[in-house]
């Protein structure tokens, strides 16, 4: 069985630096894409980019600027990190594994709470 886990802080000043790792077990991220998705409050779900077992990454238009979506092999990791945040960035985030034959997200983290705020 597949299982991620994300962690990080949850608190970050405006204008710093968002950073969250997702720990995965049960499975490689050496196959398969590797996803951040967020959900601000009271929002519907909003797709951040992810990273391919092949290392090459894929961003939202919208986040692209303000995005990098990296990977450890060695620790079976995947990293965020969301520069310049302001109190538009609090949400939940989830990390999440996309299966491109199924062309669904088919497992999920639990998702960890990162408010922005001074």
């Known amino acids: 069985q597949v299982q991620l886990q994300e962690s990080g802080p949850g608190l970050v000043k405006p204008s710093q630096t968002l950073s969250l790792t997702c720990t995965v077990s049960?499975?490689?991220?050496?196959?398969?894409?590797w996803s951040w998705i967020r959900q601000p409050p009271g929002k519907g779900l909003e797709w951040i980019g992810y990273?391919?077992?092949?290392?090459?990454?894929y961003y939202s238009p919208s986040l692209k600027s303000r995005t990098s979506i990296s990977k450890d092999t060695s620790k079976n990791q995947f990293t965020l990190q969301l520069r310049s945040v302001t109190p538009e960035d609090t949400a939940v985030y989830y990390c999440a594994r996309y299966d491109a034959i199924m062309l669904s997200f088919t497992y999920w983290g639990q998702g960890t709470q990162v408010t922005v705020s001074s």
């Open positions: 990273i391919a077992y092949s290392g090459d990454t």
């Open positions: 049960g499975g490689s991220i050496t196959t398969y894409y």
